[in-house]
T-cell receptor, first 113, second 112 residues
Framework: EAGVAQSPRYKIIEKRQSVAFWCNPI?????LYWYQQILGQGPKLLIQ????????DSQLPKDRFSAERLKGVDSTLKIQPAKLEDSAVYLC???????????FGPGTRLTVL | GNSVTQMEGPVTLSEEAFLTINCTYT??????LFWYVQYPGEGLQLLLK?????DKGSNKGFEATYRKETTSFHLEKGSVQVSDSAVYFC???????????FGTGTSLTVIP
């Protein structure tokens, strides 16, 4: 079974630029999560999708972050404009409806200069 | 509210030493508890889990027991290896897995 795929793996941008990350969850997983993991901290949930609907985006900075999962499969997370404090690893995870175990992708490491 | 507190690192051990990483939690309802491991440059991988009180999760020589009376889920391994060097995250889920809360992680380095 293929795992959660993310791209790119690394991205370096300057502040005020835009960036987008892509995630393809495990086939059949209805729930998809985006997390932000700042160096030395645990993952912090940004947004959770159930199929193509948003379940929880209470911690998403909506003035600069957006995410979509149009067909209920893959998802994109965008930051526009980026700030220095957005430097982090962005993790995507997915979960089938029948369990409580999340499966994580390798993450995208973003550096904002 | 829901939260996870785990011991601060970093932890450095010699090969074959005994490992304990403490984790306590606060939760509404009846959470499931998890340990995830993150190797350098990789995403999080599920190490073990327990879904109800007194359950013991185990994998790759690691164990953790869900203790409701002490609200704890400490990770243990009897003899660590260099390959166990990683960051370990304790986590809980509520609402049938739809809400997850992670601890801050504990970095483990095992030296030969």
């Amino acid at each position: 079974e293929a795992g959660v795929a993310q791209s790119p793996r690394y991205k370096i941008i300057e502040k005020r630029q835009s960036v987008a990350f892509w995630c393809n969850p495990i086939s059949g997983h209805a729930t998809l999560y985006w997390y932000q993991q700042i160096l030395g901290q645990g993952p912090k949930l940004l947004i959770q999708f159930q199929n193509n609907g948003v379940v929880d985006d209470s911690q998403l900075p909506k003035d600069r972050f957006s995410a979509e999962r149009l067909k209920g499969v893959d998802s994109t997370l965008k930051i526009q404009p980026a700030k220095l404090e957005d430097s982090a690893v962005y993790l995507c995870a997915s979960k089938p409806g029948s369990t409580d175990t999340q499966y994580f992708g390798p993450g995208t490491r973003l550096t904002v200069l | 509210g829901n939260s996870v507190t785990q011991m601060e690192g970093p932890v450095t051990l010699s090969e074959e030493a005994f490992l304990t990483i403490n984790c306590t939690y606060t939760a509404t309802g009846y959470p499931s508890l998890f340990w995830y491991v993150q190797y350098p440059g990789e995403g999080l991988q599920l190490l073990l889990k327990a879904t109800k009180a007194d359950d013991k999760g185990s994998n790759k020589g690691f164990e953790a027991t869900y203790r409701k009376e002490t609200t704890s889920f400490h990770l243990e391994k009897g003899s660590v290896q260099v390959s166990d060097s990683a960051v370990y995250f304790c986590a809980l889920s509520v609402n049938t897995g739809n809400q997850f809360y992670f601890g801050t992680g504990t970095s483990l380095t095992v030296i030969p």
